[in-house]
């Protein structure tokens, strides 16, 4: 418990104080003296690399500690027996904070539909569950501001939400796999074992370990290509593709995006020199979700348990929601 | 008795995978170890996320892949 305690306190006198550390490598390294697009976009690295990680490291531990209230089989438990449309809300909404791998979309599509949650109210946590991920919202919010995060998380909602309300309205039902309605499981799952705050912790150990250990390369290579961009690509050099003045460019963004599969943190830079250079919010965002909203990994997977048809129409809703989000934020930025 | 790890092409399946070969190696334990991959006989077990552990047919553990302390512990526990 000190232990943590004094991790903590370490996280804050650094992040705290990362702007003066910069200032201090930057002399020390006399790169000051230096006054072009190089010294521009190392000065940019070394802030952005340790701040971007540091955010990551405290947000995906305490990620790992809240996910451990909330177990698959309880947000399950929490779905049964809801409304359509409340259910597609609460889906959404426990689809950030439930722990989740799309290796494990199927069985967990299985149990859902077991269960009798309805085949809307699942997918709007298919939906939700991949796109709104920590690792996206915590570079969003360390290279673009908080208004860029909460947007992202608000937009990925309600496309979860209302996308799950229309499949759940059109009554696709016959287009599940008919053995998903067969199987009878054994429910009673692992019964819980008691946990306690140690573990909890340790889960958030554990989720350090697995996440921030697998995307940091990513962020220093992310990072990396952005202060270049920062420094050398002039500024307007994506505006004419991918500019608000292009009506084609979101849907365009969406189609490029589905069936390109990165994790979040893999996509990120991407997103950064699109934006730096001109690209539109909107547009830069629909990509984004697209990438990591929608993949064709995803589809294969699903493909054991929901047959063509339901794909199309699923990814379809999805991707439309999604070119929908980028128009209104092209309008409102 | 018969360990079966269940999980299809997840990185965490894999690792349990090992991690219980290793336990039932180095405690000497008389065990087969099955991995099952068919999804239709994952979803048998109510599991929800993958990796699962089910020992003698009984799932003891799911999501995570637990430390070598206690994978023995759930051995001992269910044999």
Known sequence: MWFVTGLIVIWFLIYFNLERLAVVIYNITGLSSVKDGYARSIEFFIYEVPKVLLLLTIIVFVMGIIRTYFSPEKTRALLEKKSLFLGNILASVLGIFTPFCSCSAVPLFIGFVEAGIPLGVTLSFLIAAPMINEVAVILLFGLFGWKTAVIYVSTGLVIAIISGYIIGKLRLERYVEPWVYEIKSNRKGTGEDKINLQDRIDSGYTAVKDIVGKVWIYIIIGVGVGSFAHGYVPEDFMAGIMGKSNWWAVPLSVLIGIPLYSNAAGIIPIVQVLLEKGASLGTALAFMMAVIGLSLPEAIILKKVLKLPMIFIFFGIVGVGIILTGYIFNLIY | ?79
């Open chain 2, 1 to 79: 008795m018969i360990i079966k790890i269940l999980g299809s092409g997840c990185k965490r399946c894999e690792k349990l995978h090992k991690k219980v070969t290793e336990v039932v190696i180095s405690n000497k334990i008389y065990a087969e170890i099955i991995k099952v991959d068919d999804i239709k006989e994952i979803a048998k077990y109510g599991i929800l996320m993958t990796p699962g552990l089910v020992i003698n047919e009984k799932l003891v553990y799911s999501i995570n892949v637990p430390s070598e302390k206690d994978i023995l512990k759930y051995i001992k526990q269910n044999s």
